[in-house]
Every structure is written in structure tokens, then in C-alpha cells.
T-cell receptor, first 113, second 118 residues
Framework: GDSVTQMEGPVTLSEEAFLTINCTYT??????LFWYVQYPGEGLQLLLK?????DKGSNKGFEATYRKETTSFHLEKGSVQVSDSAVYFC????????????FGTGTRLLVSP | DVKVTQSSRYLVKRTGEKVFLECVQD?????MFWYRQDPGLGLRLIYF???????EKGDIPEGYSVSREKKERFSLILESASTNQTSMYLC?????????????????FGPGTRLLVL
């Protein structure tokens, strides 16, 4: 079945450092890919998405490119802030059926001043 | 803005109790979902519904049931709560592909209910 694999955390960075969180997937067909973020004590918020190969999703300085050849959707940010500390989830949605999301296990990011 | 609300942020129940978790969305979304979130396991789908009175099992439906009598409301029911159901429960809603609310497959989440079963 479909699956998503994320790098384990926590990822600990200093403010203004470069961030990469790896995400790879296994799916039939051409899924849509998502990054969700969960701030402490809150539900998940959509951060960015991409619906076809070579699409780049971007939001709040975060970017991820849908790479079909490597089945990857790595999240990047050039300069992280303390306020980016959160748990980040990579997910895919099959193009058929009822758009169930398949999530990775989440990667906690801790940014220190 | 899409708004998904859940009836409680924190809930403490005793083993064997029947527990109701309520979720309401205000965007007229057809699809609604219940997940549980556990450390190291990510989010796992319990049940989802694609229309009023329709439901489908997700990956871990055992010990749970759901009810969708109105389009905006999706309830998760723990028939007889057990300690292994202590978890964070998240509700989400989405529109079908091509809908106006964010495009294909975008789900909008509520703030979650943290349930402790003693």
C-alpha cells in the first residue's frame, strides 16, 4: 500500500540555519503531496502542497519540489526562525478514491535563538 | 477561512465508559475524517465519511464507530473506552478534487481532543 517515510527527529538548529527535512513516498499512480505543520497544542495546518511531478509548493519561506524520479518531496527553508519550531508531517493523497491522506510519522524541529 | 471545531480539547474518561467526540465543519465539505495521533506513529485514519449517513473504515477502526447525521457534523464514538485508546484525536474535512477549498485532497484539521482513559 501507499506509504510515506520521513527522517526521524528531533532536528535541532540554530536560528537562521538552513533546514532540510527528507520525505520519500511509495504510491501507485500520481499522488498529491503535502506538508502539514503542527505547532504545540494545536491541530495540523497545511503548509504547502504539490499535485504533479516537478511542481514546487511554497509558503512562509518553506519550499518542496515533487520529484517523481526519486519519489521524494523534501522540505527546505533557507533561514529558520524560533517560531518555526513545530512538528512537520509529510503526507500523500491518492488521486482515486476518497482522498485519504497517508502520513509520515512526523519530524520535530527545534530552533534555538 | 475554513473552520473545523472539536467539542473538547481535553477529556478524561474511565475504562468502559462510552465516549463521544464531536466535530463540526463550516465549509460544506463532503468528506470528513477521524484520525488518532500517537508519538512515533504519526496520524492513523480511524474512519471517514464521504456523505451524510455514509462511512468507511480506515486503517484502525476496531473499538470505534462513527455517526454522520448532518453534513457538517461527524461524531466518533468509543463504545467502551480502554486505556489503549488514550490518544490525541484529530478531525478533518475536505472537498472532492477540483473543489474550491484548496484543491485536490487538501484536508483541514480541527485543534484536536486529547483523551485520557483511566
Amino acid at each position: 500500500g501507499d506509504s510515506v517515510t520521513q527522517m526521524e527527529g528531533p532536528v535541532t538548529l540554530s536560528e537562521e540555519a538552513f533546514l532540510t527535512i527528507n520525505c520519500t513516498y511509495t504510491a501507485t499512480g500520481y499522488p498529491s503531496l503535502f506538508w502539514y505543520v503542527q505547532y504545540p497544542g494545536e491541530g495540523l495546518q497545511l503548509l504547502l502542497k504539490a499535485t504533479k511531478a516537478d511542481d514546487k509548493g511554497s509558503n512562509k519561506g518553506f519550499e518542496a519540489t515533487y520529484r517523481k524520479e526519486t519519489t521524494s518531496f523534501h522540505l527546505e527553508k533557507g533561514s529558520v526562525q524560533v517560531s518555526d519550531s513545530a512538528v512537520y508531517f509529510c503526507a500523500l493523497s491518492s488521486p482515486v478514491g476518497f482522498q485519504k491522506l497517508v502520513f509520515g510519522t512526523g519530524t520535530r524541529l527545534l530552533v534555538s535563538p | 477561512d475554513v473552520k473545523v471545531t472539536q467539542s473538547s480539547r481535553y477529556l478524561v474518561k474511565r475504562t468502559g465508559e462510552k465516549v463521544f467526540l464531536e466535530c463540526v465543519q463550516d465549509m460544506d465539505h463532503e468528506n470528513m475524517f477521524w484520525y488518532r495521533q500517537d508519538p512515533g506513529l504519526g496520524l492513523r485514519l480511524i474512519y471517514f465519511s464521504y456523505d451524510v449517513k455514509m462511512k468507511e473504515k480506515g486503517d484502525i477502526p476496531e473499538g470505534y464507530s462513527v455517526s454522520r447525521e448532518k453534513k457538517e457534523r461527524f461524531s466518533l464514538i468509543l463504545e467502551s473506552a480502554s486505556t489503549n485508546q488514550t490518544s490525541m484525536y484529530l478531525c478533518a474535512s475536505s472537498s472532492p478534487p477540483g473543489g474550491l477549498a484548496g484543491g485536490p485532497g487538501t484536508q483541514y484539521f480541527g485543534p484536536g481532543t486529547r483523551l485520557l482513559v483511566l
